[in-house]
T-cell receptor, first 110, second 120 residues
Framework: QKEVEQNSGPLSVPEGAIASLNCTYS??????FFWYRQYSGKSPELIMS????GDKEDGRFTAQLNKASQYVSLLIRDSQPSDSATYLC??????????FGSGTKLNVKP | KAGVTQTPRYLIKTRGQQVTLSCSPI?????VSWYQQTPGQGLQFLFE???????NKGNFPGRFSGRQFSNSRSEMNVSTLELGDSALYLC???????????????????FGPGTRLTVL
């Protein structure tokens, strides 16, 4: 079992819609969770971090964490073509080791 | 504040050669992690250095090695290059909490632009 699982996609949504990206993790004691966005040929860029159960909002992005279900999600409201990228879910253990999912490719169609 | 920098950005080598990649973390960050990213395997963790010591290690052969200097800059070396080593090599830095090295739960990792290595 992989430490972090994501659906590889592609996930296609029309411009202006809500994109929902999901991630599950296996280490129950994980405390820190991150979403990175990676454009083709570029390095990952941090867009959200979340540490407590519940929702965390930043602009058009909302991260949701449910530790009991070992589930993290990212919602992108009012999706734009510029949001088209691969989104990586990352989980960090208490020894600063990061585990990354394989990424979900998002396509936002104009 | 300047971000993570990596040099060189692109590199072409032939099988059997060795290569050294360099990473300078964000000022004040003491932890540097290295990753290999390929289309087939995704982002794979190589190792992490903190205070000049390797703190975490991934599942890569001994041909992959690294080190960290007192100014937190890090280098990664790959010896006896193979075709399968062609990849984007990314380094990431994080502050990592107290002087004792304890990991802060809110610490965040930031990536450099990467070095694209092609092995012919």
């Amino acid at each position: 079992q992989k430490e972090v699982e994501q659906n590889s996609g592609p996930l296609s949504v029309p411009e202006g819609a809500i994109a929902s990206l999901n991630c599950t993790y296996s280490d129950r004691v994980s405390q820190s969770f991150f979403w990175y966005r990676q454009y083709s040929g570029k390095s990952p860029e941090l867009i959200m971090s979340i540490y407590s159960n519940g929702d965390k909002e930043d602009g058009r992005f909302t991260a949701q964490l449910n530790k009991a279900s070992q589930y993290v999600s990212l919602l992108i409201r009012d999706s734009q073509p510029s949001d088209s990228a691969t989104y990586l879910c990352a989980v960090r253990n208490n020894f600063n080791k990061f585990y990354f999912g394989s990424g979900t490719k998002l396509n936002v169609k104009p | 504040k300047a971000g993570v920098t990596q040099t060189p950005r692109y590199l072409i080598k032939t099988r059997g050669q060795q290569v050294t990649l360099s990473c300078s973390p964000i000022s004040g960050h003491r932890s540097v992690s290295w990753y290999q990213q390929t289309p087939g395997q995704g982002l794979q963790f190589l190792f992490e250095y903190f205070s000049e010591t390797q703190r975490n290690k991934g599942n890569f052969p001994g041909r992959f090695s690294g080190r960290q200097f007192s100014n937190s800059r890090s280098e990664m070396n790959v010896s006896t290059l193979e075709l399968g080593d062609s990849a984007l090599y990314l380094c990431a830095s994080s502050r990592t909490g107290t002087s004792g090295g304890a990991v802060s739960s809110t610490d965040t990792q930031y990536f450099g632009p990467g070095t694209r290595l092609t092995v012919l």
